[in-house]
């Protein structure tokens, strides 16, 4: 077993429980499966006291291994001289800092619960290179979310990502310590930086406010509005199904949580749910001690940038302007511009009207403006990418396609993305450093509880699919009626 569970973090006990039947023939318990998951667990990964003094020494190889790692502590207090209790500690591999400054200037941060016998909350920072991949770029352990880690997390990364660079835009949730901490983070301020919602919290709050899914389908058309225009025709829609809940939505901060207003800050991005996706990744992980958690971090990153690295280099090879992601968006945004039709206005200001004929309805027409990189339908500015209606123009005025899709979109970015910095093999744990200092575990943070792990994952709406409410509502409009989801409600 021993074995399963160092190639793989996340084995679980019902493979316990089919190893045991597929090879012996002997069907045990769950409680037997868990107690021999647990005891073998222990002896790959060790305790998590053990873990826990282990972990300074760990981290300070890493640095010594892997020139230009972040590793900062933050003690609870100083039991006797020279050990301390833990309570915050962020890392940062230097492949990963210097990744950042080639990719997208968005970070997505989130926490999630670490499944062991002490509260802890892992805090995760991440971007999305140009090729739509997640990268994860920072780490912090903490001993909850709060205000104060929160700004410790923050103040870490304003210093360590960001420095001198503007226009930052960091996406979270509205956790009211962290909205608190990034006040008082400059970095991630105007006019330095932005700050904006995940619009899949926005909606989820909105629902627990409302409970009717259609306000919550509508909630999320206002976000992902491409135009005012749009926004607004939604709002309406809201207003009159229920006023309440537009002068709820009316109260937040349109730049925060909608396309329409954003600016194009976002880069299309408008969840957590790229940090979401990695707690997925990490549910395994979750269970083990917390130097162990560390080293998942390290070789994870590690295999990802390997991996990655490849496929700049075969990009490269093909001379493709752009990685596949790209390269087939502005592909497929270019095939459709061949049908519409351009009427150039201005050479030197590069504009343009652009009509778009839909075979059964009337035309449509986009003005576009190349020096702006804006057209009327608001996708390029949503993405930085050229919609249909601007590749057409492009066409036109016979212009260079590569100058109009954001730099850190190329094929050059997404490799120096991977190549600008490299991860190191440690050596073996006898050739290691001491640290300075020792550490214990926080006596304070332990959960009583007895039996087998349970998740801490707290289930909500946004969870559940709500297909029948969903449906029910869309074949009440269907058929004209007006049942309780289309009555007006104060």
């Known amino acids: 077993m021993e074995g399963f569970i160092r190639v793989n973090p996340a084995y679980d006990v019902k493979y316990v429980i089919e190893h045991a039947d597929s090879k012996y023939n002997y069907a045990i318990s769950y409680q037997k499966a868990w107690q021999a998951l647990k005891r073998a667990r222990e002896n790959v990964y060790g305790t998590w006291e053990s873990s826990c003094q282990l972990l300074p020494k760990y981290m300070l190889a890493l ?3 892997n020139d230009g790692t972040i590793v900062e502590w933050l003690h609870k207090d100083r039991q006797v001289d020279g050990v301390f209790t833990l309570g915050y500690v962020f890392w940062a591999y230097k492949p990963c800092i210097e990744a950042f400054k080639h990719c997208r200037k968005i970070l997505a941060v989130d926490g999630t619960h670490l499944y062991t016998k002490y ?26 979310e709060s205000y104060e880690s929160w700004k410790w997390f923050l103040d870490a990364l304003a210093r360590h990502f960001v420095g001198d660079i503007v226009g930052v835009c960091l996406i979270s949730d509205r956790h009211a310590g962290l909205l608190k901490a990034v006040d008082e983070v400059p970095a991630f301020c105007e006019p330095i930086g932005v700050h904006r919602y995940c619009l899949r919290h926005v909606a989820s709050n909105f629902n627990s406010q409302f409970k009717n899914v259609q306000l919550k389908d509508l909630c999320y058309r206002a976000g992902q509005a491409l135009t005012v225009r749009s926004f607004e025709t939604v709002m309406r829609q809201i207003d009159g199904l229920c006023r309440g809940a537009h002068e709820y939505l009316r109260r937040i901060d349109v730049t925060k949580w909608t396309f329409s207003h954003d600016g194009g800050h976002r880069y299309g991005v408008m969840t957590t749910n790229i940090s979401e996706a990695i707690n997925g990744v990490l549910k395994g992980t979750r269970r083990l001690p917390i130097t162990a958690i560390v080293s998942a971090t390290f070789t994870r990153s590690k295999n990802a940038f390997r991996e990655r690295e490849v496929v700049a280099m075969n990009l490269q090879q093909r001379n493709q302007a752009w990685p596949d992601d790209v390269f087939k968006r502005i592909a497929s945004n270019n095939a459709l511009g061949t049908r519409h039709s351009v009427d150039l ?9 652009v009509t778009v004929h839909v075979p059964g309805t009337s035309s449509r027409t986009f003005r576009v403006s190349l020096l702006e990189r804006a057209s009327d339908c608001g996708q390029w500015r949503l993405s930085g990418i050229p919609c249909s209606h601007a590749l057409a123009v492009i066409r036109q005025y ?21 190549t600008s910095g490299f991860f190191a093999p440690l050596a073996d744990v006898e050739y290691w450093d001491e640290p300075n200092f020792q550490l214990r575990h926080n006596p304070g943070r332990r959960i009583r509880r007895r039996g087998r792990d349970v998740t801490t994952r707290i289930h909500n709406e946004m969870d559940w699919p709500q297909t029948r409410a969903r449906q029910q509502y869309q074949a009440q409009d269907g058929a004209g009626t007006s049942g309780q989801g289309s009555r007006r409600r104060r």
């Open 63 to 65: 640095q010594t291994y």
């Open 119 to 144: 509260r802890h909350k892992l805090l995760i920072a991440n971007t999305l290179d140009a090729n739509q991949k997640i990268i994860s770029v920072a780490y912090a352990i903490v001993d909850e």
């Open 345 to 353: 206005y201005n050479h030197s200001r590069q504009t343009a009207s």
């Open 398 to 418: 016979v212009l260079d396609i590569t100058l109009y899709v954001p730099e850190c979109y190329s094929t050059i970015e997404y490799a120096l993305t991977y």
